[in-house]
């Protein structure tokens, strides 16, 4: 079945750093692909998503390409900030096309971003 | 306008227990899905309905499972006969059902089994 495999966390650093977080997929279609963020105490966000090959998807700084020869789609940001500091998801969807999303999610990247 | 709400937002049972968490979607959402998130791990989807039927209910782990949405709005998801297994948070999404789809999840519920 479909699958989101990205990297362990935390991931730590310091304000203004550079940002990579990645992100693989396995899907027998072609899925649309999605960032959310979790904040703490908050419920799940969209940050950005790409629907089709070579799509860059971007908001808030923060960009992904969706690769399909790599099937990868990793999260980056140029500078972050302490205000980036929560729980980044990679997830995908196969029913392209519909009104259901089945999203399908990674485990998850704490980040935490010191001052 | 108001986002998608969920409670309780804490709920603790002892095993073998029934519980019910409810989800008051965002008004006119048509489109309601249901995911669990265990510790650690990413949410994976349980339930979705279109209106007030369930177009895929392939998620749900078990029988144990159940829910609904009489009136197309609030969605309840039922546990019967509950196990230390199913604690976890539960989140509960809604959508337009239009272009383009995007979910807007609720806070959770925390379920813990004792």
Known sequence: GDSVTQMEGPVTLSEEAFLTINC?????????????????????????????ADDKGSNKGFEATYRKET????????????SDSAVYFCALSDTQGTGFQKL????????LVSP | GAGVSQTPSNKVTEKGKYVELRCDPISG???????????????????YFQ???????????NDRF???????????????????????????ASSSGLPPYEQY????????VT
């Open chain 2, 29 to 47: 959402h048509t489109a309601l899905y249901w995911y669990r998130q265990s510790l650690g791990q990413g949410p994976e989807f349980l339930i």
């Open chain 1, 24 to 52: 693989t997929y396995t899907a027998t279609g072609y899925p649309s692909l999605f960032w959310y963020v979790q904040y703490p105490g908050e419920g799940l966000q969209l940050l950005l998503k790409a629907t089709k």
């Open chain 2, 105 to 112: 999840f609720g806070p959770g519920t925390r379920l813990t």
């Open chain 1, 71 to 82: 099937t990868s789609f990793h999260l980056e940001k140029g500078s972050v900030q302490v």
């Open chain 1, 104 to 111: 399908v999610f990674g485990t998850g990247t704490r980040l």
């Open chain 2, 66 to 92: 159940f829910a609904v949405r009489p009136e197309g709005s609030v969605s309840t998801l039922k546990i019967q006969r509950t196990e230390r297994g199913d604690s976890a948070v539960y989140l509960c």
């Open chain 2, 51 to 61: 209106g007030t039927g369930a177009a895929d209910d392939s998620g749900l782990p």
